[in-house]
């Protein structure tokens, strides 16, 4: 019968492969003798198995391998091959060889081209080495063949048919095993046969294949072979996997490559073009036609280049067109002329905001300069400091419409990476420029004014220091060439007037803080709001809330009691809302068709409004000792404080309360030290200060209070608490004491003059220096109100405190020390 040979390579020999099988099968078994035993010539076997009943191609090569195969071709014999136990052994000896063989047939010797043999063998038996029997020239051997059961119990037909299905599976799934292979094996009822043919069709390893050939049992053998059966199959359906995905992604690219290709056909033939090429076409339309400077334009002709030469698909496509677009996009040149109609300005800035004079002449300034010379490049570069509400953003806007300037604004609250305000290099996925290159291109000219809000909140961490890379962004002697990562391209940002925004300075570093120009916008006062409200907040608010046809109109006085008692703060947002909340109010009336009211006074707006939320501080009502009122600063505008001061029998200690901060502490020791040195002068007797406890208090001991501009209140009320003497309540005073009682200037006295004002109070001491300060007072407040300068502590006690004693302090307890020093 013949056996094909489902591993045979095709090669050279295809053309003879049927007649030289023929002769293989033509050669006899060898005669066995009584004991089982045969004799015939060796071959050795390097890193080759033969199993029974298989044809394999074989390579000759040793002289004693050719001697040994033409001398059994001599006589047409069968062989014994031999697998050596390690390949590299030239001259295998007889002690080099594994102990079980098989004999062999071996068809006609062809030569090869490097000057060895090939030839064709089909396994036989197994047989088992007895003996050597000669070693020269070449090796022959007396050997047992090994007889295989011809029949399989119901355990081993179990095991082949478990291999015959799993056998299947590998002849689908592996490509190099032919279908014809799983018939021939389903006809095989030998399980000793059926094991070495699947053996042999399968791609086992060397080791592998040479336990199988070890294994002299049938059933043995099966069991190992479907062990290897079961690992094949895994691996072949992972490759069947894996091979399927790939697939399935080559026809996806081929379809897309195809229709591609189809799609370019046509678009060729009606004279369109590709979409490729036309998207390049007009990208270099666009390029030729931007106003670029002569770097930008080298740049972008050196990408268009690479551009032109990437085929459609490649990944970096759509990164180089996205930096020419960039690029091209961006306003190099562009600029929008600027209005340097002074009187325009003015009317401009004074119709949308009230107040802020520093700020609008700052304006008005730069103006009249830029219109007696028109060609100045440097730009000033502003920063407006104030608390919220008070219209920094807002007035940025109107000095770019009085410019006519395009307005853009970019808030920088929270911002901790460099790369916001530089960009990322375009090595990473994604990247994109900086904030300032982005907010640029969405200008559109290269001469906007640039507002950028917040700038007191930039933050650094481990990404880097965004206020540093402020520093080029803000330079006037860099940033003509401003660098952002992504481009790669300086960019002149001199033509652009930038305009900062700040709550407060302190964090601000001050390499940044010097190149800006500070302007600060104080709180509203009371007529300030007033009047703004009167402008800007009322109309607004009537014409937001569909009522400004109704002829609804606000008293005075109920404003002032909205700004009294339903606000507190610095700017006028809260104000707005509050006014919005009555508007609202008033339309649902409209709506529900019930009678409004068209005028809205004071006694009314507990109505709409509800209870009062804010309790302004108030004057004292009587004289008293021991209590004196100070003048204060705060966010949301001046306010007055009482300070009061108790003295009790003690040890001369001094304890202040009222979250005072530091500098307030100190201030009060000062105070005290004064009033120590000039004791006598104040009859006040010494020994009180070993014999009292001094104790000093500031209301509302929840808000932290900080600053000198009490020292010289303090030292009042202590005075006042040691001699008995009241303080009047219709002074307030505010200024810093120095240990001679000199009264130093302070800050905000607008903000505190008008408190005072507020309160009911008539007289309001103030240090000397600190009357050019109230230049911007209203002129009601400065006539209602009477204003004493002072240089020394000396000037305030004459003016705050009454001559008479009204309520001594207790005079403390004899000590035991005291009597004996009498005696």
């Known amino acids: 019968m013949s056996q094909p040979n489902w591993n045979e390579e095709e090669d050279n020999f295809d053309l003879t492969l049927s007649q030289r099988t023929e002769e293989l099968y033509r050669v006899p078994n060898m005669d066995a003798n009584e004991e089982g035993l045969i004799e015939a010539v060796v071959l050795p076997l390097r890193d080759l198995v033969i199993f029974p009943r298989m044809v394999s191609p074989i390579f000759v090569g040793r002289e004693a391998s050719l001697l040994a195969v033409q001398e059994a071709q001599k006589k047409e014999q069968t062989v014994i091959g031999l697998t050596q136990r390690d390949p590299d052994v030239e001259q295998p000896g007889t002690d080099d060889f594994l102990p079980i063989g098989v004999e062999m047939a071996v068809g006609r010797l062809l030569n090869m081209p490097d000057g060895s043999y090939s030839a064709l063998v089909q396994g036989r038996r197994r047989v088992e080495i007895v003996e050597f029997i000669r070693t020269k020239p070449y090796l022959k051997a007396r050997v047992r063949v090994v007889n ?100 399935n992604e080559v026809d996806k690219s081929q379809r897309e490559f195809y229709l591609r290709e189809q799609m370019k056909q046509i678009q060729t033939e009606l004279g369109e073009g ?77 119709r949308d905001h009230y107040g802020l004079k520093k700020a609008k002449e700052r304006i008005l300034e730069y103006i009249a300069v830029r219109s007696l010379k028109p060609k100045k490049e440097r730009q000033p570069i502003l920063c407006f400091v104030g608390p919220p509400g008070v219209g920094k953003t807002s007035l940025g806007r109107s ?131 007033l009047e703004i409200a009167n402008r800007y907040l009322v109309p607004r608010q009537l014409d937001e809330n569909g009522i400004e046809t109704l002829g609804i109109k606000f008293e005075e006085d109920a404003i002032r009691r909205i700004i009294r008692e339903y606000t507190y703060e610095a700017g006028v947002r809260n104000l707005e809302r509050e006014i919005g909340r009555v508007s609202r109010k008033v339309a649902r009336m409209k709506a529900e068709g019930k009678k409004y009211p068209t005028t809205i006074i004071a006694e009314g707006i507990e109505k709409l409004l509800g209870p009062q939320q804010v309790f302004p501080s108030e004057a004292e009502r009587t004289d008293e000792v021991g209590v004196a009122t100070s ?91 040691l001699t008995g003497r009241p303080v009047f309540k219709h002074v307030g005073m505010t200024g810093e004491i120095t240990l001679r009682g000199r009264v ?73 020390s005291d009597d004996q020093g009498e005696e």
């Open 148 to 247: 295989e059961p011809q029949t399989a119990d119901r355990n081993t037909q179990a095991l082949m048919r478990s291999a015959l299905d799993m056998f299947d599976r590998c002849v689908q799934l592996d490509r190099s095993i032919p279908e014809e292979a799983h018939l021939f094996a389903m006809n095989i009822s030998e399980p000793g046969w059926l094991a070495d043919m699947i053996a042999t069709s399968l791609s086992l390893n060397y080791e592998a294949k040479l336990r199988l050939l070890l294994t002299l049992d049938p059933k043995a053998r099966l069991g190992q072979l479907n062990t290897l059966l079961a690992q094949e199959v895994d691996v072949l359906e992972l490759e069947d996997e894996i091979h399927s995905r790939v697939q």
């Open 744 to 816: 130093l200037p302070i800050g905000g006295v607008r903000e505190k003059v008008l408190a005072a004002h507020r309160a009911g109070l008539k007289t309001v001491l103030l240090p000397e220096k600190n009357l050019k300060d109230l230049v911007d007072l209203p002129k009601t407040a400065k006539a209602e109100l009477k204003i004493v300068p002072i240089k020394h502590m000396d000037d305030v006690l004459d003016i705050a405190l009454a001559k008479q004693v009204t309520n001594p302090p207790p005079k403390p307890r004899k000590r035991p």
């Open 399 to 529: 000095i770019a419409d009085a410019l006519g300037r395009k307005f853009v604004r970019v808030s920088l609250g929270g911002v901790r990476d460099e790369a916001e305000i530089r960009g990322h290099r375009r090595t990473y996925i994604g990247a994109l420029p900086g904030r300032i290159i982005q907010t640029m291109k969405r200008a559109g000219t290269a001469n906007p004014l640039f507002m950028l809000d917040e700038i007191d909140k930039l933050y650094s961490d481990f990404r880097g220091d965004p206020a540093s890379a402020m520093l080029e962004v803000l330079d006037p002697e860099q940033n003509y060439a401003f660098s952002d990562h992504y481009l790669e391209l300086p960019f002149d940002l001199s033509k652009v007037m930038f305009v900062t925004t700040a709550n407060s300075l302190s964090t601000i570093p001050a390499p940044l803080l010097d190149r800006m120009e500070i302007i600060e916008f104080p709180s509203y006062i009371e007529e300030e709001k």
């Open 631 to 721: 003048l204060a600063w705060t966010e949301s505008g001046g306010e007055i404080m009482s300070v009061e001061v108790a003295v009790l029998e003690g040890k001369g200690g001094m304890q202040m309360t009222g979250q005072m901060g530091e500098v307030m502490q100190e201030s009060g020791q000062a105070a005290l030290t004064y009033i120590k040195s000039r004791a006598a002068a104040l009859k006040i007797d010494m020994d009180a200060f070993e014999r009292y406890d001094i104790h000093v208090h500031m209301p509302e001991g929840g808000i932290p209070k900080d600053g000198p501009s009490a020292g010289i209140t303090m030292a009042t009320a202590i005075i006042s608490a």
């Open 274 to 350: 590709d979409v490729f090429s036309r998207d390049v076409t007009d990208l270099k339309k666009k390029v030729d036609a931007a106003e670029l400077t002569e770097e930008a334009r080298k740049v972008v002709m050196k990408e268009m280049e690479r551009l032109n030469q990437m085929p459609p698909m490649a990944p970096e496509v759509g990164i180089i067109r996205t930096y020419i677009d960039w690029i091209v996009d961006l306003p190099w040149k562009n600029t929008s002329p600027d209005n340097l109609d002074v009187k325009n300005a003015a009317k401009i800035l004074e």
